[in-house]
Structures are given as structure tokens and as C-alpha cells.
């Protein structure tokens, strides 16, 4: 089947440790992006990469870091400089053919401060 | 600075009725428009698209409906079930070379046996 999964599906990080946060996708898009969702408010886009080693900052990149080594995988890692890392992130991809994108969802990852 | 806009936090419907979720937004450069959505602890599911070269789309229970003039969107769900509730995000892009989705705080439905 094909779509896109996320691992773990709750991650718990301690103080001024970096934690990753997988996603890969097996539908041939070109582009991923991450999203973070907090209660009460829509998603806001993190980082996003159109195509293999290549990546931009969404609107709030500070204190997150990704890497896109390959078509199928975009990890984005949660440094210790995110003061308030607690939300919902939510990776996503497109085919990316320009305009009239639709990106598609994975599960979720629930990061959690100990 | 919010450039979609749901203003509603929350609808409450009756089974069977129409449901009517509203969006607008201010950028002008938004040509792409898109309806998700949410269970709570699952990612969005994509529901209906429509380009702002229509006014209208349809698929099955869900149609949209575009207002370029007015920069408003909305979905109707015709009926509705209870299996529609969930949290709605509308979302709009500029297309082009640009794939960023701009997204909605969400409308909370709840759809009443």
C-alpha cells in the first residue's frame, strides 16, 4: 500500500536533548514537508523540500533542523533550542508538479517535554 | 497576520442536514483551495480541492464552493453523518513554484444522531 508513515507515534524528549522524528514516503512524490499543529490552532509549516538534498524554511524553522538524503525519507530533527517542542507534527508530500498542489498526510508524531 | 481565516471554531448539525463550513482568506495570490479533514491524533485527510478557475466542485456529499470576488470559500456536506464530525482546515496555495499551504485554525463539526 502506499502512503506515508511516521515513527514513533508519541516521542518524550528531556531538557536540551535533540530528538528525531521520521517520516518516509513509498508514492513517488517529489516533495515533503513538516507541519506542526498546536491545540486550538491550524498547521504551521516547519521546513519543506521540493526535491533530493534540497529544503526551505517554512514559518517557524527556528530550533528544528531536517536533511532530505533521499526521495523517500525526510527526518526532522527537534534541537534543544525549540524552548516549547510540545505539539503535533504532521509530515506531508505532493507530487509537486506546481500549481494545484495537494499534499497528503501521515499519521502524526505527539512530542512530549519529560 | 492570518491569510485564511475560519471564523467559526465550531459547528453543530443535525444528522441528515446540511453542514456549511466557512473560509476566507486575504491573499490575493492564493489560486489553489483545499478542505482537510481531522480526526483528533491522526493526520489531516485530504477531502476536496478546487482551483480558482471554478467556482464550484463536487465529490459525492462534499461540494465547494469558490468566491473570488469575495475571497470566501465554503464546503457543504449534504447530508451529514455522524461519522462526519471532526475538525475542517481549509487551505490555500499560490501554486506556481510555490507548494506551500497556508492553513485555517480549523472549524470543530459536530454532526448529532
Known amino acids: 500500500d502506499g502512503g506515508i508513515t511516521q515513527s514513533p507515534k508519541y516521542l518524550f524528549r528531556k531538557e536540551g536533548q535533540n530528538v528525531t522524528l521520521s517520516c518516509e514516503q513509498n508514492l513517488n512524490h517529489d516533495a515533503m514537508y513538516w507541519y506542526r499543529q498546536d491545540p486550538g490552532q491550524g498547521l504551521r509549516l516547519i521546513y519543506y523540500?521540493?526535491?533530493?538534498?534540497?529544503?526551505q524554511k517554512g514559518d517557524i524553522a527556528e530550533g528544528y533542523s531536517v536533511s532530505r538524503e533521499k526521495k523517500e525519507s525526510f527526518p526532522l530533527t527537534v534541537t534543544s533550542a525549540q524552548k516549547n517542542p510540545t505539539a503535533f507534527y504532521l509530515c506531508?508530500?505532493?507530487?509537486?508538479?506546481?500549481?494545484?498542489?495537494?499534499?497528503?498526510f501521515g499519521p502524526g508524531t505527539r512530542l512530549l517535554v519529560l | 497576520d492570518q491569510q485564511v481565516k475560519q471564523n467559526s471554531p465550531s459547528l453543530s448539525v443535525q444528522e441528515g442536514r446540511i453542514s456549511i463550513l466557512n473560509c476566507d482568506y486575504t491573499?490575493?495570490?492564493?489560486?489553489?483551495f483545499l478542505w482537510y479533514k481531522k480526526y483528533p491524533a491522526e493526520g489531516p485527510t485530504f477531502l476536496i480541492s478546487?482551483?480558482?478557475?471554478?467556482d464550484k466542485n463536487e465529490d459525492g456529499r462534499f461540494t465547494v464552493f469558490l468566491n473570488k470576488s469575495a475571497k470566501h470559500l465554503s464546503l457543504h456536506i449534504v447530508p451529514s453523518q455522524p461519522g462526519d464530525s471532526a475538525v475542517y482546515f481549509c487551505a490555500a496555495s499560490e501554486g506556481g513554484s510555490n507548494y506551500k499551504l497556508t492553513f485555517g485554525k480549523g472549524t470543530l463539526l459536530t454532526v448529532n444522531p
Open positions: 491573499n490575493s495570490m492564493f489560486d489553489y
Open positions: 506531508a508530500s505532493s507530487i509537486a508538479q506546481g500549481a494545484g498542489e495537494t499534499q497528503y
Open positions: 523540500s521540493q526535491i533530493v538534498n534540497d529544503f
Open positions: 478546487i482551483s480558482s478557475i471554478k
